[in-house]
């Protein structure tokens, strides 16, 4: 479906950016990866990806707090793979602390990679969308972008302006071929949640799987995690045609979560 098509994923060396970017691979499109881990780990699964679908795949290191690294890694897409089309705005870090209690360095720290650099890369991204004739870019929200928890200020707030910036995007570019939509996920088993649950394990005495299970009871109905596939499916639905008068929109996947 997305044969020829090029695509920006960042966060995406892992957890659902890594699915996002193996299931628009799946369907023809070649991948820039970004994102942060071990260097030969990142090879490894750039080449694996790459054998797998046949696609061409690239990674660019860029550290989504940079703006001058953020517009780096838009231009080194369009001038590898002579140009770009879709942009999934995936990376994100997480800390949870009362507001009281809250270092100012680490709400600094996310809403730069949770919220900015998704405005940072969408400003680099649409004039390559616009020259294309055609362009979808895909914000990784969250649950947390309609409603709130306790304990999580910086990025609640990151993830409230994470949908302004998709609902602005949308707006603007109404009248071109390009859409932009964000994704909603509720509780999903990442890097980020695995630390919540071995924290929730530590204070309350309990096993990893025991936490995991209260952690996901607590606020998703379905008492069941969504999986990072889950997700990719969603952003290759947003990819589609059927979705082409779709924009401006938020999509949760969250298990009953926000219905309640």
Request: a negative charge.
């Amino acid at each position: 479906m997305l044969k020829g098509k090029v695509a920006v994923v960042t966060g995406s060396t892992s957890g659902i950016g890594l699915a996002m970017a193996k299931a628009l691979a799946g369907q023809g499109c070649n991948i820039m990866l970004n994102g942060l881990g071990d260097v030969a780990a990142i090879e490894a699964t750039r080449k694996a990806l790459a054998d797998e679908t046949g696609v061409e795949v690239a990674f660019n290191g860029a550290d989504m707090s940079k703006p001058d690294q953020i517009r780096g890694l838009i231009q080194e897409t369009a001038d590898r793979f002579g140009g770009l089309h879709i942009l999934v705005n995936n990376a994100g870090i997480q800390y949870t602390s009362s507001i009281e209690e809250f270092p100012e360095d680490r709400w600094d720290a996310i809403i730069a990679i949770n919220l900015s650099s998704a405005f940072h890369s969408t400003k680099a991204a649409l004039p390559h969308m616009k020259k294309a004739g055609w362009g979808r870019v895909i914000n990784t929200a969250s649950v947390h972008g309609l409603v709130a928890s306790i304990h999580k200020a910086a990025y609640v707030a990151a993830k409230h302006g994470i949908m302004g910036l998709t609902k602005v995007t949308a707006l603007e570019t109404a009248e071109d071929p390009i859409t932009c939509n964000a994704i909603c996920p509720g509780w999903v088993r990442t890097e980020l949640v695995e630390k919540q649950i071995a924290a929730r394990a530590g204070e309350a005495g309990l096993s990893v799987e025991d936490a995991a299970r209260q952690l996901v009871e607590e606020k998703q109905p379905s008492k069941t995690f969504v999986t990072p596939e889950m997700l990719a499916q969603v952003a290759v639905f947003l990819c589609s045609d059927a979705a082409s008068q779709m924009t401006g929109v938020s999509v949760p996947v969250d298990g009953g979560w926000t219905a309640q």
